[in-house]
């Protein structure tokens, strides 16, 4: 049997923390929301930024379990939507995925995925750009 590792509080509070800082360092005043999920798509951690706008919870969220879902990056998940003439909500769920760039999952050392990451609140770009420093966070 092959165990599947996935993040862990410990790794998810690190996660969510490292972006915290890196998001409130980059750009003050430009409050984002973060959110962490397991291997199976289920939230660990999360944090919403003071001032930044309640849809942003759900899009960090959807952004982590999208990626998670598909096991890559949100961005190459709408580039394959796109390219194939699909919108994300013809793949079931609506509510739970977003196929805009801002999620990225953890591969673990053995290449699994152990998790997702997600960020929201600003472009596309910078939301990804704090996906990215938050999955690098940790190794698993």
């Given at each position: 049997?092959?165990?599947?590792?996935?993040?862990?509080?410990?790794?998810?509070?690190?996660?969510?923390?490292?972006?915290?800082?890196?998001?409130?360092?980059?750009?003050?005043?430009?409050?984002?929301?973060?959110a962490?999920?397991?291997?199976?798509?289920?939230?660990?951690?999360?944090?919403?930024?003071?001032?930044?706008?309640?849809?942003?919870?759900?899009?960090?969220?959807?952004?982590?379990?999208?990626?998670?879902?598909?096991?890559?990056?949100?961005?190459?998940?709408?580039?394959?939507?796109?390219?194939?003439?699909?919108d994300?909500?013809?793949?079931?769920?609506?509510?739970?995925?977003?196929?805009?760039?801002?999620?990225?999952?953890?591969?673990?050392?053995?290449?699994?995925i152990?998790?997702?990451?997600?960020?929201?609140?600003?472009?596309?770009?910078?939301?990804?750009?704090?996906?990215?420093?938050?999955?690098?966070?940790?190794?698993?």
């Amino acid at each position: 049997m092959i165990e599947i590792k996935s993040l862990g509080l410990e790794e998810a509070r690190r996660i969510v923390d490292t972006m915290l800082e890196y998001s409130s360092v980059t750009k003050p005043g430009r409050p984002m929301s973060h959110a962490v999920v397991d291997s199976a798509g289920v939230l660990i951690c999360f944090a919403r930024m003071d001032g930044a706008s309640a849809i942003t919870r759900r899009m960090a969220e959807n952004k982590a379990y999208t990626a998670i879902m598909w096991k890559r990056d949100t961005r190459e998940v709408a580039e394959l939507l796109k390219n194939r003439g699909r919108d994300i909500v013809f793949f079931g769920e609506p509510d739970r995925q977003a196929a805009v760039p801002g999620g990225v999952p953890i591969k673990s050392s053995d290449g699994s995925i152990a998790g997702a990451v997600g960020s929201s609140g600003r472009l596309a770009d910078e939301d990804e750009e704090v996906a990215l420093v938050g999955a690098s966070t940790v190794h698993i």
